[in-house]
């Protein structure tokens, strides 16, 4: 099993680019999360997709992001434009959803610096 | 609502010596899980552990070992002689039905081993 794949590991791009994340859940799970790290918050919740679906997306900051699942083995994080607050390592996981007994299987994030 | 507190956000210790990270947590689910993560200087998530509600038994993996107490909601890791690989961010996390099987993130706390 290749584990979550995040790709890509680093990105740099300028205020106001436009950043695509990637990430490929482990096959056979159903659930995918993607979480930001920053030193100042943590660990947040951006947004949950089930069986492709969102299902809950409260916990992304603003318009200027937005997250695609088109099928069960991709899903983007793209953030139009891009501000230099955005910066964070992006963390994709995904999880068989039979109930609670599971936990996540993480990627190796993508450490994004927006300047 | 859940939440996790790992109230100790840094601590350091000498090799060898036993150390104990503290977890507590809150949740109106009466089935729920726990769950902790190791994040090492590297950056990934690496799951270490899951515990459900219903299993108090304490449990012990080589130099680590874990404590549930459902009466006081804490859920405390030890590791024992400690060596310097094991200095990185660890976080306490909860999975419960009420929050859409979302997981709930402590803070972390930041273990620095040192030789």
């Known amino acids: 099993d290749a584990g979550v794949i995040q790709s890509p590991r680093h990105e740099v791009t300028e205020m106001g680019q436009e950043v695509t994340l990637r990430c490929k859940p482990i096959?056979?799970?159903?659930?995918l999360f993607w979480y930001r790290q920053t030193m100042m918050r943590g660990l947040e919740l951006l947004i949950y997709?089930?069986?492709?679906?969102?299902?809950?997306d409260s916990g992304m900051p603003e318009d200027r992001f937005s997250a695609k699942m088109p099928n069960a083995s991709f899903s983007t994080l793209k953030i139009q434009p891009s501000e230099p607050r955005d910066s964070a390592v992006y963390f994709c996981?995904?999880?068989?959803?039979?109930?609670?007994?599971?936990?996540?299987?993480f990627g190796s994030g993508t450490r994004l610096t927006v300047v | 609502a859940q939440k996790v507190t790992q109230a100790q956000t840094e601590i350091s210790v000498v090799e060898k010596e036993d150390v104990t990270l503290d977890c507590v947590y809150e949740t109106r689910d009466t089935t729920y899980y726990l769950f902790w993560y190791k994040q090492p200087p590297s950056g990934e998530l690496v799951f270490l552990i899951r515990r459900n509600s219903f299993d108090e038994q304490n449990e012990i993996s080589g130099r680590y070992s874990w404590n549930f107490q459902k009466s006081t909601s804490s859920f405390n890791f030890t590791i024992t002689a400690s060596q310097v690989v094991d200095s990185a961010v660890y976080f306490c996390?909860?999975?419960?039905?009420?929050?859409?099987?979302?997981?709930?993130f402590g803070g972390g706390t930041r273990l620095m081993v040192k030789p």
């Open positions: 996390a909860l999975r419960g039905g009420n929050a859409g099987n979302m997981l709930t």
């Open positions: 996981a995904s999880s068989r959803d039979r109930g609670l007994a599971y936990g996540y299987t």
């Open positions: 096959s056979g799970h159903n659930s």
């Open positions: 997709f089930n069986n492709n679906v969102p299902i809950d």
